[in-house]
C-alpha cells in the first residue's frame, strides 16, 4: 500500500475520476457485489470447512490488488481505469469490507465489523495517505526509490504468503498424502480424494473465485456497453483481489489459521492466472481501441 501510495498524485487521480464518473463507480460496484456473491456460491458449492469458507468470503470480500494494475497495463487495458478503480474500492474498503464480512461471514462465526474497519483503515488508507505525503513533500527520494517499490511490494506480499503456508503445511500435506496414498483406490478416485482434502479443496475454490471473477467481470462490463480496453481492465480489477489484505485480517480477527489460507492461496495462483490472461490479451488487439477515450491510450 505504502508503494502504491508514492506512485500516486492526487491530483490527476481526481481529475480522472471527473472525466468518467460512470465506469469508475460501475467498476467499484461489480468489484464489491460479483466476488462476495461468488465467493458464497463457491464455498457452497464445494461444501467447505466453516473455517475455509470464512476464508474464501473475506477474501471475496477484499478490494482489487495492486498488481491488477500492472497486468492491465500487459493486457492493452484501460490502465488509468484500473488505478482509480484500485483506489477507490482501496479506500471504500474500510467501510465496505468489513460490512460485507459481517452480512456473509457473520452467519458462520461473529465478526466485530468496527475492529476490521480499524485493522483495514491501519493497513490499507494509512499507508496509501503517507506514500502520497511522501510522493508531493520529497519528489526527488521518492523519484530514486519507486523503481524498487514494486519489487518491494511483491516480496512482502510473498513472505505473508509464505507465512501462512509455513502455519498450516503439516496438515495440509498430512491430509493430502493420507488421499493420495489410498491403496484401494483408482487414480480418477484418488484425485478425486485429493481434490476434497483441505488443500485441494483451498485451491479448487480459489481458482473458481478468480476465474469467475474474470468472467462475470468481462460480461458484466459487456452487458454495460463498454469498449474492449474498458472491459479488460473492468475483468482484471474483479478477478484480481488484494489477498495480503485478507491475510492481515484473517490472522488479526480470526483465531483458526486456516481461515488465511485461501488470501495465502490466492496470492500465488491469482497473479499466475491475471499474468496468463493479461499476455493472452496481449496478442489479441483490443477491436476497439481506435476508439477509446483519449486518457485510455495516454
Keep these: 500500500m505504502l508503494a502504491m501510495g508514492i506512485t500516486l498524485e492526487l491530483r490527476e487521480l481526481i481529475a480522472l475520476f471527473k472525466q468518467r464518473p460512470l465506469s469508475i463507480f460501475y467498476g467499484c460496484a461489480a468489484q464489491y457485489t460479483i466476488m462476495p456473491c461468488l465467493g458464497v456460491i463457491i464455498s457452497k458449492l464445494l461444501g467447505l470447512s466453516p473455517s475455509l469458507t470464512v476464508g474464501l468470503i473475506l477474501l471475496s470480500c477484499c478490494p482489487g490488488g495492486t498488481a491488477s494494475n500492472v497486468v492491465t497495463l500487459i493486457a492493452q487495458g484501460d490502465v488509468p481505469l484500473s488505478i482509480v478503480m484500485t483506489v477507490c474500492t482501496t479506500l ?27 485493522s483495514t483503515l491501519q493497513v490499507v488508507v494509512a499507508p496509501i495517505l503517507l506514500g502520497s505525503y511522501l510522493q508531493s513533500r520529497f519528489p526527488k527520494a521518492v523519484k530514486l526509490v519507486t523503481p524498487f517499490a514494486p519489487l518491494a511490494a511483491v516480496l512482502s506480499a510473498s513472505l505473508l504468503a509464505c507465512s501462512i503456508f509455513s502455519e498450516n503445511v503439516i496438515r495440509l500435506k498430512s491430509s493430502a498424502l493420507s488421499a493420495s496414498l489410498s491403496s484401494d483406490l483408482s487414480p480418477i478416485l484418488r484425485a478425486q480424494a485429493i481434490l476434497k482434502s483441505e488443500l485441494g ?27 474492449e480496453p474498458q472491459r479488460r481492465a473492468i475483468s482484471i480489477e474483479v478477478g484480481m483481489q488484494n489477498s495480503s489484505l485478507g491475510v492481515v485480517l484473517a490472522t488479526s480477527h480470526f483465531t483458526s489459521p486456516l ?8 496470492a500465488v495462483v491469482m497473479n499466475i492466472m491475471g499474468s496468463s490472461l493479461g499476455f493472452f490479451w496481449r ?3 483490443p477491436s476497439e481501441s481506435k476508439d477509446c477515450p483519449k486518457v485510455a491510450q495516454e
Excluded at 92 to 118: C, D, E, F, M, Q
Design 201 to 227: 479443496g483451498v485451491v479448487l475454490s480459489v481458482f473458481l473465485l478468480h476465474f469467475a471473477g474474470f468472467f462475470v467481470g468481462y460480461l458484466s462490463a459487456a452487458f454495460g456497453g463498454f469498449k
Design 92 to 118: 471504500g474498503a474500510v467501510i465496505l469490507t468489513p460490512l460485507l464480512s459481517k452480512i456473509l461471514v457473520g452467519t458462520y462465526v461473529p465478526v466485530n465489523a468496527l475492529s476490521l474497519s480499524v
Design 259 to 266: 481461515v488465511a489460507l485461501p488470501s495465502a492461496m490466492s
Design 283 to 285: 496478442y489479441v488487439n
